[in-house]
């Protein structure tokens, strides 16, 4: 039985779809006003502007992990206000998914079988994973969050067009 939860193919297909889907929802926001994007709409970032930072601020935290990325000097509950103006978010967004593509066409089998060990600072402790599932996660963070953003959004009368992911980018090697 393979031990592997993801492979490299998934890695590169996930950090493609994580830029397009960020390309759309950026562009989205990008119709509303900033008091739009900040006012309080009950998700667990409360606003989209502060669900985009968490995203953004979950992205830097596991990329210094996996790639030697700075360590952010804010804890995960200061993270919805990372970055105040939102030209400033969808700027420090479009480098990250540049860097985040990056990394993942670096990425291979071998790596993701290895263990990483980190200090978690949302339990308390040290914790040890298997890469491949710490990626999984990392995917699978953006992804959901993603999902609140885009509810804002629809519900702010704006579209981001399709988001699933076989509609929006295709698989790669």
Partial sequence: MPTAMIGAAYVRTMAAYNSEMNRRLYAAAANLNDAERRKPAGA???????????????????????AGWPKSTIGI?????????????????????????????????????????????????????????????????QTHHRGQAHLLLTAAGQSTGDTDLFLVVKPRD
């Fill in 77 to 141: 509950k200061e993270s919805a206000a990372m970055i105040i103006d939102f030209g400033e978010l969808r700027t420090a967004r479009t480098h990250a998914d540049a860097g985040i593509e990056a990394w993942a066409a670096g990425v291979d089998d071998a790596w993701l079988a290895q263990d990483l060990t980190w200090f978690s600072g949302s339990v308390g402790r040290e914790v040890s994973a298997p890469r491949g599932f710490t990626v999984a996660h990392f995917f699978n963070h």
């Fill in 44 to 66: 667990f970032w409360s606003t989209l502007h502060g669900t985009l930072c968490h995203i953004l601020w979950g992205d830097q935290a596991w990329m210094a992990r996996f």
